[in-house]
């Protein structure tokens, strides 16, 4: 799915109405004419002139010196560049979004995580008991070992959720970025209108069986909009990572969960024990609950579906750090 929000403005004989073509974030401060409709409206017989809106919605977060959460921050305080430049508009300026959730976990079922599976699989249930609120959220569970499979489809119910959690079994090989681009492609095809969508992976990151490879995987995040949380199972001890094309970590995989969660806006957390993996969850959760959204419309766009770079930075206030998807691409 494309980052660009491709809209229409209809405007009817008999009256005004209008529907969504692409996908829109309405909101009570966006301008008339992107105050938008789901595209399942129906709509009255009438001629119709049609205008095409391009935008982009951003999910991001913002942290202290301190590592802590920053909630009041102002749009005038925020620096974006899409494509080295900045926007032509900004519609919308959200803090704490409270968006509806669309949430994909991703769980490695390979012989690599035997000794974890147990516990995985328990601190899923309960982040997904704590995060999800039903009748607003949704998600669905994929297991991966040399292939992805859903054990279950988009729900807002805990315990079919639970269960499938709980019906895992481990055992073979790993087809890590095959997965990702498997649950990727899910949560692109989703097609809800004003969602916050989420890959949470819990693997080793090792990968001895995909088709496809780490750029393509990333390639797929950023298709769907979604961010990733790459939750590291492996019991060694995680090297710091520099920047995204320089990880010393300790194998592979962990560059590959790095630079899967740096490229979407995520983070690659420890989760190598029980108490590193609830801790883990706990950190997703608080971050869900402290994100800031911002709709805009990019300048100079082309509609040639090219990778468009995002650059976002603070201003004024020094010390902070963003995270946000480094680019996306476009139509």
Excluded at 63 to 86: A, C, K, M, T, Y
Excluded at 185 to 196: E, F, P
Excluded at 255 to 271: F, I, N, P, Q, V
Excluded at 319 to 325: P, S
Aim: hydrophobic share 40%.
């Amino acid at each position: 799915m494309a980052a660009y929000r491709w809209a229409c403005w209809v405007i009817f004989v008999c009256g005004c109405a209008a529907t969504c073509f692409g996908q829109a974030t309405p909101t009570s401060s966006t301008p008339a004419e992107l105050r938008l409709l789901s595209s399942n409206s129906d709509l009255p017989p009438g001629e119709t002139i049609r205008k095409d809106v391009d935008e982009v919605n951003l999910v991001f977060s913002a942290r202290g010196r301190s590592g802590r959460f920053v909630n009041d921050l102002q749009l005038e305080q925020i620096d974006l560049r899409d494509d080295h430049l900045p926007p032509a508009s900004i519609s919308h300026f959200e803090t704490q979004t409270d968006l509806p959730l669309r949430i994909a976990v991703v769980i490695d079922t390979s012989d690599s995580v035997e000794d974890r599976f147990g516990f995985e699989k328990a601190s899923a249930i309960a982040f997904l008991r704590h995060t999800l609120r039903p009748g607003v959220d949704r998600a669905f569970v994929i297991g991966f070992n040399q292939r992805a499979q859903v054990a279950q489809d988009w729900t807002d119910d805990i315990r079919q959720l639970e269960r499938s959690l709980l019906a895992l079994r481990d055992g073979g090989e790993t087809a890590f970025y095959d997965a990702v681009v498997f649950a990727s492609r899910k949560l692109a095809d989703a097609q809800q209108h004003s969602v916050r969508r989420v890959m949470i992976v819990i693997s080793d990151g090792e990968d001895n069986k995909s088709t496809a490879g780490l750029q393509t995987a990333i390639e797929a995040v950023l298709r769907s909009e979604a961010v990733a949380y790459t939750l590291r199972t492996s019991e060694v001890p995680l090297m710091r990572c520099k920047e995204p094309s320089r990880c010393d970590a300790s194998s592979v995989g962990d560059e590959a969960m790095y630079r899967l969660a740096d490229a979407t806006g995520g983070r690659l957390l420890s989760a190598g024990s029980e108490t590193q993996l609830a801790t883990a969850f706990r950190a997703i959760q608080q971050e869900l609950r402290s994100q800031y959204l911002m709709a805009y419309k990019p300048a100079d766009f082309r509609a040639d579906g090219r990778y468009r770079s995002i650059e976002l930075k603070s201003r004024q206030r020094h010390g902070l750090k963003l995270a946000a998807r480094r680019g996306y691409y476009s139509r």
